[in-house]
């Protein structure tokens, strides 16, 4: 099956001054429909780079990101507008521009060119309910909590129909059982909507419910775990208690 | 009190695999397969096997705190003859009473690689750094192992205490790796570039 999302020896690197930095070496990635990828790194390990060029933001320095099969270089500025309304969802917890915005609005915009406020609104609704933040359609941003603003967010990008989501520390500042419905739900976006979803988060238990977790350090991403042979460095409990 | 390492993340003061069985049994009586099953589900992280499991249950009734009895209404063997069913006997609640209000220490870390990082010399390092990679790498596998579908759903109700003491267990076991892959991380860049500085 071909790739949602390939990254081919994808490096990044930026000008700081003189010195160039170099945060992205020679990443590959795929990502199919129906599967969740989780990136894990530590601040500043280059995850949200890593990202913003998987979802056709920034170009790579070297390397190509196809989305679909297509180069994402190759694309007209108007055509990879329309993938980023259309069918890349990007989640980050940062809300909308305008601080009156209800929720209901603000998860409806997206659409309102193609089907019009009503409509776009029902769909907004249907699409907080269905992530667990019905609650918070009637709120402004500024009221809501971290998780709240987390589910708002991904409605905001589902809300579109997109094929992808891409999705940046979704579980911030969140609990055990919050982080475990944030992450639940994009695997399910995943294997029920049958979306591709790559996550990046600085927190490993984060991972749990991913499909496939790769590691990004320094730069680098490791190559997918293989489970360990034999369940891992095993070792006799005190007093001997356990079978070898 | 004697100290065993685990999964190569630390060591475990006090842990008694046969209370976490013996535990089960008393919630609810049961067989070698059923309970390994239920261990495996709530308690995962101890990675024990079904053998050990069985050996447990002998030594747990050798002890006289469980005792087996034959149920009809459970599902036959294979064979068809009725199953071995265990449950707790008035010592074995008592046992694990005592041992629930016994308070344990907090588990040690003793790591073979943080002993030989201050016993390496310059000319090791290259060795060194494979072994925390190889290290880092591992902490990801057993990462893998833990997978399992999410616990809470979305819509919001209400997660079963003993979903989410399982989820708080997996959470230390997570929250470890990430310690020790974030370690292992710091580490190979510093001796990166001490390899780098001396060649």
Redesign the interface.
């Known amino acids: 099956m071909q790739p949602l999302l390939r990254l081919e020896s994808v490096s990044k690197a930026y000008m700081r001054g003189p010195r160039e930095l170099r945060v992205l070496k020679d990443v590959s990635l795929d990502v199919h429909p129906g599967e969740f990828v989780g990136i894990y790194g530590q601040r500043a390990s280059g995850k949200t780079t890593l990202l913003r060029v998987a979802a056709g933001f920034e170009p790579p320095s070297d390397g190509t990101v196809s989305f679909d099969g297509t180069d994402l270089a190759g694309l007209s500025r108007n055509r990879r507008a329309r993938l980023h309304r259309e069918e890349i969802g990007w989640v980050e917890r940062a809300g909308p521009q305008s601080a009156g915005l209800v929720m209901r609005v603000y998860v409806a915009l997206p659409l309102y060119r193609t089907v019009g406020p009503v409509e776009a609104q029902r769909r907004a609704l249907a699409v907080l309910s269905k992530v667990g933040a019905a609650d918070a359609a009637d709120a402004r941003w500024s009221s809501l909590s971290d998780t709240a603003r987390t589910l708002v967010a991904i409605a905001e990008a589902l809300v579109r129909g997109p094929r992808l989501l891409v999705v940046d520390d979704p579980t911030a500042g969140l609990g055990i059982i919050d982080r475990e419905r944030v992450v639940g739900l994009l695997r399910s976006a995943a294997e029920d909507g049958g979306l591709g979803v790559l996550m990046a988060v600085p927190d490993l238990p984060a991972m749990l419910h991913a499909h496939e977790v790769r590691s990004l350090s320094r730069g680098r991403l490791l190559a997918p775990a293989d489970p360990p042979p034999s369940g891992g460095n095993v070792v006799e409990f005190p007093g001997s208690e356990r079978s070898a | 009190?004697?100290?065993?390492?685990?999964?190569?993340i630390g060591d475990?003061?006090?842990?008694?695999?046969?209370h976490v069985v013996l535990g089960l049994l008393i919630e609810q009586p049961g067989y070698g397969y059923d309970l390994h099953k239920r261990v495996e589900t709530r308690f995962g992280f101890l990675?024990?096997?079904e053998?050990?499991v069985y050996?447990?249950l002998e030594?747990l009734e050798r002890e006289g705190w469980i005792e087996d009895y034959k149920d009809k209404s459970v599902g036959g063997t294979r064979r068809g003859a009725p199953r071995v069913m265990y449950r707790s006997t008035e010592s074995g609640r008592q046992q694990f009473k005592d041992w629930r209000a016994t308070r344990n220490r907090r588990a040690v870390l003793r790591d073979a690689l943080q002993a030989k990082l201050g016993l390496t010399e310059p000319d090791g390092l290259p060795e060194l750094l494979e072994e925390a990679e190889a290290q880092?790498?591992?902490c990801?596998?057993?990462?893998?192992?833990?997978?399992?579908?999410?616990?809470?759903?979305?819509?919001?109700a209400e997660?079963p205490w003993h979903d989410?003491a399982a989820?708080?267990g997996?959470?230390l076991h997570?929250?470890l790796?990430?310690a020790q892959?974030?370690w292992l991380?710091g580490i190979?860049?510093l001796i990166e570039d001490r390899i780098e500085r001396s060649s």
């Open positions: 009190m004697m100290y065993g390492p685990v999964h190569g475990v003061s006090g842990l008694s695999t046969k990675h024990l096997s053998s050990f050996k447990t030594r880092a790498a591992d990801m596998a057993e990462l893998a192992t833990l997978r399992r579908p999410s616990l809470a759903d979305a819509a919001g997660v989410a989820l708080m997996d959470d997570v929250r790796l990430q892959v974030d991380d190979c860049e």
